[in-house]
């Protein structure tokens, strides 16, 4: 159904392509390299990490990504 005003139209693009912000954080410390996960924690992390990025890119290209270290003093 094609919307009759321009408030209907913004609704209707709102619900079709909802713009999301993610934050992925990811653990880069010295346990993060830990061989008890193949191939690594740290390549674990990063192959989940590619995944939901993929995706979230996919359902909406203008939807913001941020990545996050857990570790280090920076």
């Not at 410390?29 to 192959?47: K, V």
């Not at 990490?49 to 920076?74: D, V």
Request: glycine fraction near 4%; charged fraction near 15%.
């Amino acid at each position: 159904p094609k919307p009759q005003n321009p408030a209907s139209l913004l609704l209707l693009i709102i619900i079709t392509m909802p713009l999301e912000a993610t934050m992925i954080c990811l653990d880069n410390s010295e346990w993060s390299r830990n061989g008890d996960i193949a191939p690594t924690r740290w390549m674990s992390q990063i192959d989940a990490a590619n995944i939901i990025c993929q995706c979230k890119t996919q359902q909406n290209p203008e939807s913001s990504l941020g990545i996050m270290s857990m570790a280090g003093k920076r």
